[in-house]
Every structure is written in C-alpha cells, then in structure tokens.
C-alpha cells in the first residue's frame, strides 16, 4: 500500500490543523494506520493510531484530548483532527501502517510498521 501524507502548515498555538493519510494500491482493511511526529532534534515519537477494520483508537498522553484520528472508508482516508495545538506539537508527521488482520492490538512500535508515508511539517507558532 502506498500512502500519501498532507495537510501540514504553519500555525499559531491554539490553533487546528487536519493531516490526511491516503491510501493508494488497496484499501486499509485489516490495517492499523498511525502517526508519528518527529521534533526537530529529536527521535520520532508515536502520536495516535486507528485500527481500520472494527475501530479503536490510541494515542499519546501529550495530544490525549486535543487530536482525533478517524478513517473514511469513502475515500480510504485516515484524518488526525489536531487541536489547541502547541508549540511542543511542531515537527515532521508521518503516517504509516501496518496489516495486522483481525487482531485488536494497536501497536505504538515504529519498527512494526511497514509502510510509511513521506510525512508533512507542522509548525506551531508561539
């Protein structure tokens, strides 16, 4: 599966900012599809994931609240809704999945994802 990450720009703190992840090749059925962020100067961090097929939801204790990751079967699209956004949030967001079939385990681990999109900048603006 071929992913395509968007969305990112520059905004002030408290602001709202919709990333997008699409899927080319497939559709995520059967796929757990998450993000992950990376700071400048430091080591890329898990924000939240999605189990596509049957739901559940995981994410970070910094953006627990203020982000929402949702899928659109429709356009088999993965969406990280992030609000009241802080400084601390700007960095490189990558979205990346992992078929896991009907198991109900969300994986936090970035070595067990296989495909990973190109990633987007987000920038918060104190």
């Known amino acids: 599966v071929q992913l395509q990450a968007s969305g990112g720009g520059l905004v002030q703190a408290g602001g709202s900012l919709r990333l997008s992840c699409a899927a080319s090749?497939?559709?995520?059925?059967?796929?757990?599809v998450g993000w992950f962020r990376q700071a400048p100067g430091k080591e890329r961090e898990f924000a939240a994931a999605?189990?596509?097929?049957?739901?559940?939801?995981d994410y970070v204790d910094s953006v627990q609240g203020r982000f929402t990751i949702s899928g659109d079967s429709a356009t088999n699209t993965v969406y990280l809704n992030m609000n009241s956004l802080k400084p601390d949030d700007t960095g490189v967001y990558y979205c990346?999945?992992?078929?896991?079939?009907?198991?109900?385990?969300?994986?936090?681990?970035?070595?067990?994802?296989?495909?990973w999109g190109q990633g987007t900048l987000v920038t918060v603006s104190s």
């Open positions: 990346a999945a992992r078929y896991t079939g009907f198991s109900s385990t969300i994986h936090t681990d970035e070595r067990l994802y296989k495909y």
């Open positions: 999605l189990r596509w097929s049957g739901g559940g939801t």
């Open positions: 090749g497939r559709t995520f059925t059967g796929y757990v």
